[in-house]
């Protein structure tokens, strides 16, 4: 989406944030509508994944063959029309994911903009595009009421899951079930019988789960997300070239290696540090002397952003080794939803969103990437999320 589109939506996002729904948007180009085809985009490929809706990393190619057929609701100003929401993965172009609304014409021109919700049994979409549309959002009238309908089934699982984490906290510490970092996150998934999978940030029915130990010195920054740069656009172009002109020699590990935090306000000790650009359209690592190293499309990261946390519980752990094992209590839960995305620009150059890197060279010679990952401390949530609930599990 373009900057044009954030502007637009941003009218918006209180009253989806009221709702606390999960969405997703999508914005149909003049040559998209003239061949009735969407690129299904990265958050819109997670949003369906997320809510068990469809995964086209599991989908074969070609339209015929592999394609699949989506139930879908249009709400409009004053009634709901049925329509179907093609899937598919051609043949051509590696398979890049597709979709279309068949009958979506009707109710729509180019360059529009929908937004797409759901009741985990099939898509209900608006054209927020459309004056009639935006008037019923806007006054609560028959759009808004039909997306509270979803909401309300919505909180219900909020509280199933703050249940969920209550039951194990009242448990006191659990041995983990894997040693190191990941042990605090994987440990609750598995308590909360969520199976593991590949996708490296589990979440409960659509809601975002983010578990992290508590830090003696409340050092604690929670991961918004991590993501590779736009290599065909910056100035490095590998991992390795990264590694290469940045990282250093690690005695304890016997490698070359490159794990640090990167702020906008000063340098770091590699002489990097970040910027964005004059247009506010692009993140930017710089080197003191080299200039411009990796790069991000930023609204592709305020898209992502945005449907990553469309709602997110971070969990706070006391942890504490018994026996040799690490242990763990869950003691606290922070539940935001619908982050603020135009913020993100003013919190990464004020210091309170920073970049880490996390690469090395393995054994073999071949680079390994752990960490592109925009952090946030957890006591500055409120300047991202409106109205983050607190919950102090050990007095509850």
Request: charged residues 25%.
């Given at each position: 989406?373009?900057?044009?589109n954030?502007?637009?939506?941003?009218?918006y996002?209180?009253?989806?944030?009221e709702l606390n729904?999960?969405?997703?948007?999508?914005?149909?180009t003049?040559?998209?509508y003239?061949?009735g085809?969407?690129?299904?985009t990265?958050?819109?490929?997670n949003?369906l994944r997320?809510n068990n809706l469809h995964?086209y990393?599991?989908?074969g190619?070609?339209q015929?063959e592999n394609?699949?057929?989506?139930?879908?609701?249009m709400?409009?100003?004053?009634s709901?029309v049925e329509l179907?929401?093609?899937l598919?993965?051609?043949k051509t172009k590696?398979?890049d994911p597709r979709?279309?609304f068949?009958?979506i014409?009707?109710?729509?021109?180019a360059n529009?903009?929908?937004?797409?919700a759901t009741?985990?049994k099939q898509l209900?979409i608006l054209?927020?595009t459309?004056?009639a549309?935006?008037?019923?959002l806007s006054?609560?009238?028959?759009?808004?009421?039909?997306?509270l309908?979803?909401?309300q089934?919505k909180q219900s699982?909020?509280?199933?899951?703050?249940?969920?984490?209550k039951?194990i906290?009242?448990k006191?510490?659990i041995p983990?079930?894997?040693?190191?970092?990941t042990g605090?996150?994987?440990?609750?998934?598995?308590e909360?019988?969520?199976?593991p999978?590949?996708y490296?940030?589990p979440?409960?029915?659509?809601?975002?789960l983010?578990?992290s130990r508590?830090?003696?010195k409340?050092?604690?920054?929670n991961?918004?997300?991590?993501k590779?740069?736009?290599w065909?656009?910056?100035?490095c172009?590998s991992t390795?070239e990264?590694?290469?002109k940045?990282g250093?020699?690690s005695?304890?590990?016997?490698?070359?290696?490159?794990?640090?935090?990167?702020y906008a306000l000063?340098p770091?000790?590699q002489?990097l540090?970040?910027?964005?650009?004059?247009?506010e359209?692009t993140l930017?690592v710089?080197?003191?002397?080299?200039?411009?190293?990796?790069e991000?499309?930023?609204e592709?990261?305020k898209?992502?952003?945005?449907?990553?946390h469309?709602?997110?519980?971070?969990v706070?752990a006391?942890?504490k080794?018994?026996?040799?094992?690490e242990h763990?209590?869950?003691n606290?839960?922070?539940?935001t939803?619908?982050?603020h995305v135009n913020?993100i620009?003013?919190?990464?150059?004020?210091?309170?969103?920073?970049?880490?890197?996390g690469m090395h060279?393995?054994p073999?010679g071949?680079p390994?990437?752990r960490?592109?990952?925009?952090?946030i401390?957890?006591d500055?949530?409120?300047?991202?999320?409106?109205e983050?609930k607190?919950y102090?599990?050990?007095?509850?």
């Amino acid at each position: 989406m373009n900057k044009e589109n954030w502007v637009a939506l941003q009218e918006y996002l209180p009253l989806f944030s009221e709702l606390n729904l999960d969405m997703s948007f999508l914005y149909i180009t003049e040559t998209g509508y003239g061949k009735g085809i969407m690129d299904a985009t990265l958050p819109v490929r997670n949003f369906l994944r997320k809510n068990n809706l469809h995964d086209y990393e599991k989908q074969g190619q070609g339209q015929k063959e592999n394609g699949v057929e989506l139930q879908t609701q249009m709400i409009l100003h004053d009634s709901t029309v049925e329509l179907t929401a093609s899937l598919y993965r051609p043949k051509t172009k590696n398979g890049d994911p597709r979709i279309w609304f068949r009958g979506i014409k009707k109710y729509c021109d180019a360059n529009s903009f929908i937004a797409l919700a759901t009741d985990k049994k099939q898509l209900y979409i608006l054209n927020l595009t459309d004056d009639a549309t935006k008037h019923s959002l806007s006054t609560k009238g028959y759009v808004y009421q039909t997306l509270l309908g979803l909401s309300q089934e919505k909180q219900s699982i909020a509280r199933e899951l703050y249940d969920k984490i209550k039951d194990i906290h009242n448990k006191g510490f659990i041995p983990t079930v894997v040693s190191g970092d990941t042990g605090v996150g994987m440990t609750l998934e598995h308590e909360l019988d969520i199976p593991p999978n590949s996708y490296a940030n589990p979440d409960y029915k659509g809601i975002e789960l983010k578990a992290s130990r508590k830090k003696i010195k409340n050092k604690t920054r929670n991961v918004l997300f991590n993501k590779a740069p736009d290599w065909e656009n910056s100035q490095c172009k590998s991992t390795k070239e990264i590694i290469d002109k940045y990282g250093y020699y690690s005695d304890e590990k016997d490698r070359m290696q490159l794990y640090c935090t990167i702020y906008a306000l000063k340098p770091n000790p590699q002489g990097l540090y970040l910027d964005i650009d004059d247009n506010e359209s692009t993140l930017k690592v710089m080197h003191t002397t080299d200039g411009e190293v990796v790069e991000w499309d930023l609204e592709y990261l305020k898209e992502l952003l945005l449907n990553k946390h469309a709602e997110t519980f971070w969990v706070e752990a006391e942890s504490k080794f018994i026996d040799d094992v690490e242990h763990f209590q869950y003691n606290k839960i922070i539940h935001t939803r619908q982050p603020h995305v135009n913020f993100i620009t003013s919190l990464i150059m004020s210091n309170i969103i920073t970049l880490d890197f996390g690469m090395h060279i393995k054994p073999n010679g071949s680079p390994y990437w752990r960490l592109f990952a925009l952090k946030i401390h957890k006591d500055n949530l409120n300047m991202l999320f409106p109205e983050p609930k607190e919950y102090d599990l050990t007095t509850q």
